[in-house]
């Protein structure tokens, strides 16, 4: 018998429709999690935002090689029927051209599925949604554009606090400023080259590959353009950013952001796939244990400025970001 847990919430606890992450439990055949990635245009197109639409995307695909009862694909052949399925919602919406012109406004999502094979499990990852196995190993790829987004929201949270400014107001002055970019003109200038100089010095200490030329741009254009980062060896012979990164968009990916691991059955005892909502890796192999993770990071760093510095913070009444955790014991 295989003993199965999962659970997932949307930032707005009291808004459910607004989850942009996806689950997937089948039992005896596959098991995932999808993150969604936060639309920050507004838009929604069948009520729905980019990101819920990627991550279902990917929910649907995955359920679609699992109950074909065909052999595994491999993590080329999945990434591409799920990048047909995404493109099909541009088509459909009459925006692919917008799309492929315009990274920015493509709906993009993660993956981390543990698919059941003849001989055991292959289990493939995209993005920063990862994959524990056995309680004891994680497999996570994370690319450090986003820890360099957040030392630079951190460096302005402590800016704007300093001014004497009230918790909501300072995370939504950080936030705006993150998005639009140190180099962005406005009366708050100098304090956001400040923060920009003192996250790049953090950022070049914590990754020794990186430049100051590197980050420098990065910092100064905000995560509104993250997308010039976006992945483009497909284009581009060799081209590879330090900073760059492989979504699950609707166009092809390099190969080193597709990962896939086979593993015998009997080597395997508990999965567990989780969405980075949870802003790292629960003690414990329990649902109950995810959760209570994530009320020790909230008491610790409830605005993401400290030890689990990301480009969100929580406020009352709203996580930080979506979770998703499924847990498995076959």
């Not at 359920?63 to 399925?85: F, M, N, Q, W, Y």
């Not at 002055?173 to 304090?191: C, I, Y």
Request: with cysteine.
């Amino acid at each position: 018998m295989t003993f199965v847990e999962a659970f997932t919430e949307a930032k707005d606890p009291g808004r459910p429709e607004t989850n942009e992450d996806r689950i997937v439990v089948l039992p005896g055949r596959a098991f995932a999690v999808s993150d969604g990635a936060t639309d920050k245009s507004g838009k929604r197109w069948d009520g729905m935002t980019g990101g819920q639409l990627a991550a279902q995307a990917v929910a649907d695909e995955v359920t679609a090689v699992a109950l074909a009862g065909e052999p595994p694909p491999s993590g080329c052949a999945l990434v591409d029927r799920i990048a047909h399925k995404i493109r099909a919602h541009y088509v459909r919406l009459g925006i692919e051209a917008e799309a492929e012109a315009d990274p920015l406004g493509r709906f993009s999502a993660t993956l981390a599925l543990a698919l059941s094979t003849p001989d055991g499990w292959r289990f493939y990852r995209v993005g920063d949604s990862g994959i524990r196995l056995n309680g004891g190993e994680t497999l996570l790829d994370e690319s450090a554009l986003d820890p360099v987004y957040s030392l630079f929201r951190a460096a302005l949270w402590r800016g704007f606090s300093a001014q004497g400014r009230s918790p909501d107001e300072v995370d939504r002055l950080a936030r705006q400023r993150l998005v639009e970019g140190a180099a962005h003109p406005s009366e708050d200038s100098a304090l956001a080259l400040a923060a920009r100089d003192e996250a790049v010095a953090q950022a070049i200490a914590r990754f020794p590959a990186l430049t100051a030329a590197e980050v420098g741009p990065i910092l100064d254009q905000g995560l509104g353009r993250q997308a010039t980062y976006r992945d483009q060896s497909h284009l581009y012979r060799d081209r590879a950013h330090p900073l760059g990164y492989g979504p699950l968009d609707g166009w092809p990916i390099s190969d080193r952001f597709i990962h896939v691991e086979d593993r015998p059955r009997k080597a395997v005892r508990s999965i567990e796939l989780f969405t980075d909502g949870y802003y790292g890796v629960a003690p414990g192999a329990r649902v109950s244990d995810w959760e209570a993770w994530l009320e020790a990071v909230e008491r610790e760093d409830p605005y993401r400025i400290g030890r689990f510095a990301s480009t969100k913070g929580s406020v009352p009444g709203r996580n930080a970001d979506d979770r998703s955790i499924v847990i498995v014991h076959p």
